[in-house]
């Protein structure tokens, strides 16, 4: 897995890695069981404090998207194979996406506008996937 993060963005490096590997996951890039790097890994493969990852490995572990144990480290839990999601996601997910919806109505960016938006990036999210299956 090629990790890039924007060490300039406003978005927090742990965010930036959270959100490098949800989107690894959604594309096929990685499948539930992979392994990931130790924390000490990758940060030093980023070249950031192993504090950074594991904040955000912690993040992935209460999402439920992977399991850490002593032995065999941080492991991909779930994928887009792995069956219908743990109860209570769909509500959460759709709290975060109202927030999201929220900050595009915000900004000006209109209905159709953003349904265009979401359309174009599942249909990447799909494409993604077949060529990874």
Same mark, same amino acid.
């Given at each position: 897995m090629l990790l890039t993060?924007?060490?300039?963005?406003e978005t927090p490096?742990?965010?930036?890695? +959270?959100d490098r590997v949800v989107e690894a996951i959604a594309t096929g890039e990685l499948r539930a069981g992979d392994p990931l790097p130790s924390t000490r890994q990758l940060g030093v493969d980023l070249g950031i404090n192993f504090h950074t990852?594991?904040?955000a490995y912690?993040?992935?572990r209460r999402e439920g998207?992977? +399991?850490?144990?002593r032995k065999s480290g941080a492991v991909v839990r779930r994928d887009h194979g792995s069956g219908p999601p743990d109860?209570?996601?769909?509500?959460?997910?759709q709290a975060r996406l109202r927030t999201l919806l929220a900050e595009a109505t915000t900004q000006?960016?209109?209905p159709d506008e953003v349904l265009g938006r979401s359309r174009d990036v599942l249909s990447g999210f799909v494409a993604d996937v077949r060529e990874g299956s």
């Open positions: 993060i924007d060490l300039d963005s490096i742990y965010q930036q890695i +959270r990852v594991s904040k912690d993040l992935l998207v992977i +399991r850490i144990n109860a209570g996601f769909a509500d959460a997910w000006g960016i209109t």
